[in-house]
């Protein structure tokens, strides 16, 4: 696997930033992500093919925002800029950028104007996916405008200086036939060579955990899902018996999860675990609490406690293997360049600042269905690797307000009706994922013509394929019926449910 001749992904803090450079993997195209203040030389050395300015949160007229050395745009190579990319490309070149009247995010429609080698082969009229406060107004000198939305300058190119920027997002799946777009580039325009692939990942990440565990030995933090269970399987590759699994009975599971969870990875995986009840101990750090970044704190200091415990009773084990994937990563701390932190996830910023042990977090840099693929080239059951995503703090950030033992049982029956119907739909693997929130709104309902004050459930269903960008998955009006009829009169504190139609961005997936 080479690491030069592929593409340099310059990240200014964009949420999509890997997403860009995980799409160029994709293609077997290397792509290696460094900060936008990355100096011209350290990308020289990697001998890429083409950069990619990815975009970002700031304006560019913002005296503090994020910006890139002016020569990376003489290295030589094309560049394509990518919303902030754009707008920064522009800004730098003598082009005009200011905030928009009318913002887009979300689905657009673009018309493409001219011949472009960018947008070569693809239809006169497009869907994109926009996330952008700002727009160029002025294109530089030498730039011709290749594209529109009904409110923005949305694709711009200097052929000559083989210079590209596009004002929406190509890298998600939203967008019609971004992929053929950063094909052109990729291949069309930077004529890369395929030098990457899955097989050289594992490969590469097992001796990597062997160089560095040694004859030491890890702890493996089990959940049940998809990450920690590659992540396990990756280490039991490297390191074998030196790795014990742990899974822990948080109290914030699903129904009957710890039970049926347990069977599956030591019946189906064969995996040797460790089942830990400690329900009651983080039940008590939550009470009282309301604020969603505070449970996701207290529940990932818990976590490392319960885990420190475990390996003390196993012995002297200085590694803790954690399933941590990239959107845990981008939406938790600033990793390769300004990005901001939408939250906390408990097994990233939810950590404390002094750990008794070190991580290892093979899948870091990689995004949910590309895990799957790397579990499916373990060998890992289906059954595993379709399983819908969990967050790490469980049903304690599904339930907003105080998590109390009797607001957790509400809202288990309430979720195990979704998940029940989703399936009996023929849509639990065609959607990522679907789940029930308790809120603390409480509205009239009549039940047996007596009034009935209780709570109410947001539903939410959507599809995506990597978690950083999601879109509400339009149910069939059967399922939603089936779905509210049944809560409402199985559960008995709910009156009241409602369908959550928004997408991401602007909203999360989980809603704390």
């Known amino acids: 696997m080479s690491v030069r001749g592929g593409i340099v992904v310059l990240d200014f803090g964009s949420q999509y930033t890997q997403l860009i450079a995980r799409r160029i993997r994709e293609m077997e195209v290397f792509s290696a992500m460094l900060p936008c ?47 902030y990319g754009m707008q920064w490309m522009t800004h730098t070149l003598g082009g005009t950028v200011q905030r928009a009247e009318h913002r887009e995010y979300g689905r657009a429609d673009l018309k ?23 727009h160029v107004v002025a294109v530089p000198e030498g730039f011709q405008i290749c594209g529109r939305t009904e409110n923005a300058i949305a694709a711009i190119e200097d052929a000559a200086r083989r210079l590209f920027a596009v004002e929406f997002h190509p890298e998600v799946r939203h967008t019609d036939r971004g992929e053929e777009i950063l094909r052109n580039f990729v291949f069309g325009i930077c004529q890369a060579r395929q030098n990457w692939n899955r097989k050289a990942f594992i490969a590469e990440t097992v001796e990597a955990i062997r160089q560095r565990v040694g004859e ?40 009957n999860e710890f039970r049926d969870t347990l069977s599956l990875l030591r019946e189906r995986l064969g995996l040797v675990v460790v089942g830990v009840n400690a329900a009651e101990r983080f039940l008590a750090q939550l009470k009282g609490v309301t604020d969603p970044e505070e449970k996701r704190r207290r529940i990932g200091r818990e976590f490392i406690e319960v885990f420190a415990e475990q390996a003390r009773g196993l012995g002297n084990i200085p590694f803790l293997v954690q399933g941590t994937l990239y959107p845990d990563v981008i939406e938790s701390v600033s990793v390769k360049g300004p990005s901001q932190t939408i939250k906390t996830h408990h097994n990233v910023g939810g950590l404390p600042s002094v750990m008794p042990f070190q ?38 950030v599904r339930l907003l307000g105080e998590v109390t033992e009797e607001r957790l049982a509400t809202l288990r029956a309430a979720d195990a009706i979704v998940t029940e119907e989703i399936h009996r739909a023929g849509l639990y693997e065609k959607t990522w994922q679907a789940f029930a929130v308790l809120l603390p709104v409480r509205s009239v309902g009549v039940m047996g013509d007596e009034r009935h004050y209780g709570f109410t459930a947001a539903v939410r269903v959507v599809e995506s394929e990597d978690a950083m960008t999601a879109d509400w998955t339009r149910l069939p009006g059967e ?18 449910v409602v369908y959550d139609i928004s997408s991401k961005p602007p909203s999360t997936i989980e809603w704390e």
């Open 37 to 83: 203040t990355a100096a011209v030389e350290e990308v020289r050395k990697l001998e890429p093919r083409g950069v990619v300015l990815s975009g970002g949160p700031n304006s560019v007229y913002d005296p503090a925002s994020p910006k890139c050395d002016p020569q990376m745009l003489q290295l030589g190579v094309p560049v394509l800029g990518i919303c």
């Open 112 to 134: 493409i104007l001219n011949g472009s080698a960018l947008l070569e082969g693809l239809p006169r009229e497009l869907k994109i996916w926009n996330s952008h406060g700002d």
């Open 216 to 255: 030491a030995r890890a702890l493996c933090a089990l959940s049940g899902g998809v990450d920690s269970a590659v992540a396990a399987a990756l280490v039991h590759r490297a390191i074998g018996d030196h790795l014990t699994n742990v899974f822990v009975d948080n109290g914030l599971l699903r129904q």
């Open 479 to 496: 399922v939603l019926e089936r779905i509210s009829t049944r809560i409402v009169n199985e559960v008995r504190d709910i009156t009241r």
């Open 359 to 396: 991580l290892l977090e093979p899948l870091r840099d990689l995004f949910k269905d590309e895990v799957r693929q790397i579990g499916r080239e373990l060998g890992l059951p289906e059954e595993m690797l379709t399983k819908h995503p969990f967050p790490g703090p469980g049903l304690a």
